[in-house]
């Protein structure tokens, strides 16, 4: 290689955090490269006659901070073409939030060599005043990288260079969806500085304050923090021997009940559009998922990480046109690639059970649709929608005949309403959700004659049958008038 860039480390603050060998590294050079001047390190080599070229120009010009590292990166390989050694000196540790050396690595370090000398970083500075050792566990996040990172608040949190207020409200924001309101927070600024300050602040109160380049906000551990491993932790509390009784008592059978009801009640807030009511169903939905994973864990069969893992590769997997290099332009290319890759994870298994392989617990006219879609992809289906319709008008007149003979009406029963699904399918409409709208519009059409009834000062449930056809037929007639308007 026919250069050398030296990346060297400033430290936190002034020249006495300065490693020694930085120090004569610098004082030996001819020419070096700061990205800032906006450092006490800085400044303090400035104040003892060391000359620097600092990049503070760039920042004026460029559009955004990656535009502004990415022309530094150029301005580094120009003077690299030289053949000389080159110094570029930046705050902190080089390898601790200093976008500009991940793109020094990619982009540089192929053609010329890069020696990188450490140097202490501002997280040391903020183990020492806040005093909490980091073997506890530390996270720390750049202030645009809060948000969907799952934040859990069993660690300290610690979010640099926080310039302004601007960006302050930002991230008070983005850690309120997680932390409460009230959480505590540290507010440190000019670290390892006679200026040095830090102000303790809940977080409702945090962008109240100033902020610059060397302001640094930390979060200690909080156990009120939201997250799902705080629901995970929730869960085995209640399963333990402090927690609650009925909980303890619970197995996978006693809750099978619960799963259902929770399951159809997000049903029902969908479909009435309810997405407040939606938000806590799906929380109850989410519990039972937990709660089914907890007995697992405490029979030593599974745990709720193995779920995740599952479920995530499977995924990754079933999704080669997203994760991989398969196409699947269309909903049912998707659908195609779907069972395909299925089928081949079931290979190995009885051939009867890889075909019809729907759970025998889902609701009857589920189930039929799913038998009749499996079916239909292996060619057992009707043309046309002459061929379903059809079956219907034979399937009618079979119970017709077994009513009259009183011989296998629950049978042609069955086979009437198969068909039904079966034609529902061609119609391209969800047999179950079709007679849920019918249900639901029948319990409001028989309220709205009773209600009728009501107004009329009668008793609804002495009329006799042909009067109550004369409220239905009214009741019927305003939902009418109600929809055309």
Wanted: glycine share 6%; charged share 25%; with cysteine.
């Amino acid at each position: 290689m026919s250069a050398c860039l030296h990346v060297i480390g400033l430290g936190p603050s002034g020249l006495e955090q300065l490693t020694l060998g930085n120090y004569r590294r610098i004082c030996g050079a001819k020419k070096i490269f700061v990205r800032t001047l906006q450092h006490p390190c800085v400044q303090e080599l400035m104040a003892e006659g060391i000359l620097v070229n600092s990049f503070d120009d760039i920042y004026v010009t460029e559009p955004s901070f990656e535009a502004v590292y990415e022309r530094i990166t150029e301005l580094l390989r120009i003077e690299l073409q030289k053949g000389a050694e080159v110094i570029y000196a930046v705050p902190g540790h080089p390898m601790v939030a200093e976008m500009t050396i991940q793109l020094i690595e990619k982009k540089l370090a192929q053609e010329y060599e890069l020696v990188i000398h450490p140097a202490m970083s501002f997280v040391e500075e903020i183990f020492r005043v806040l005093k909490f050792d980091p073997i506890d566990g530390v996270l720390i996040r750049n202030y645009d990288a809060l948000k969907n990172v799952g934040l859990t608040g069993q660690e300290w949190l610690i979010i640099p260079q926080v310039y302004n207020k601007l960006i302050a409200s930002e991230v008070k924001l983005d850690l309120m969806t997680s932390y409460p309101e009230d959480a505590w927070v540290y507010v440190a600024q000019a670290l390892g500085t006679p200026l040095e300050q830090v102000d303790k602040l809940p977080l409702y109160e945090m962008d109240h304050g100033t902020y610059d380049h060397l302001t640094t906000i930390v979060l200690p551990p909080n156990p009120d923090v939201i997250s799902f491993s705080k629901l995970v932790k929730v869960m085995a509390t209640l399963r333990s021997e402090e927690g609650c009784a009925w909980d303890r008592e619970q197995t996978h059978d006693t809750l099978k009940p619960c799963l259902i009801e929770e399951s159809y009640e997000v049903l029902d807030a969908i479909e009435k559009q309810d997405m407040y009511n939606l938000c806590e169903e799906l929380g109850d939905l989410i519990l039972q998922v937990v709660f089914h994973s907890q007995l697992a864990s405490e029979a030593s069969e599974f745990e709720i990480q193995d779920v995740l893992q599952g479920i995530i590769q499977k995924l990754i997997r079933r999704h080669p046109h997203v994760f991989g290099k398969e196409k699947a332009e269309t909903a049912d290319a998707v659908i195609l690639t779907w069972d395909r890759i299925k089928k081949e994870e079931k290979a190995s298994e009885n051939e009867e059970v890889a075909f019809f392989n729907d759970p025998l617990g889902l609701p009857a006219l589920m189930l039929a649709s799913a038998t009749q879609r499996r079916v239909a992809k292996v060619g057992f289906d009707w043309s046309d929608l002459d061929g379903p319709w059809g079956k219907v008008q034979e399937e009618l007149q079979e119970l017709k005949s077994a009513l009259a003979d009183g011989i296998g009406i629950r049978e042609e029963l069955g086979d009437l309403i198969f068909a039904v699904v079966n034609l529902s399918r061609f119609l391209k409409l969800d047999a179950e959700e079709v007679l849920r709208d019918t249900i639901h519009k029948f319990q409001s059409r028989f309220l709205k004659m009773v209600e009728l009834s009501q107004k009329d000062g009668l008793d609804f449930q002495q009329l006799a049958l042909d009067e109550m056809d004369v409220f239905w037929e009214k009741a019927k007639s305003q939902e009418k008038c109600t929809k055309l308007m």
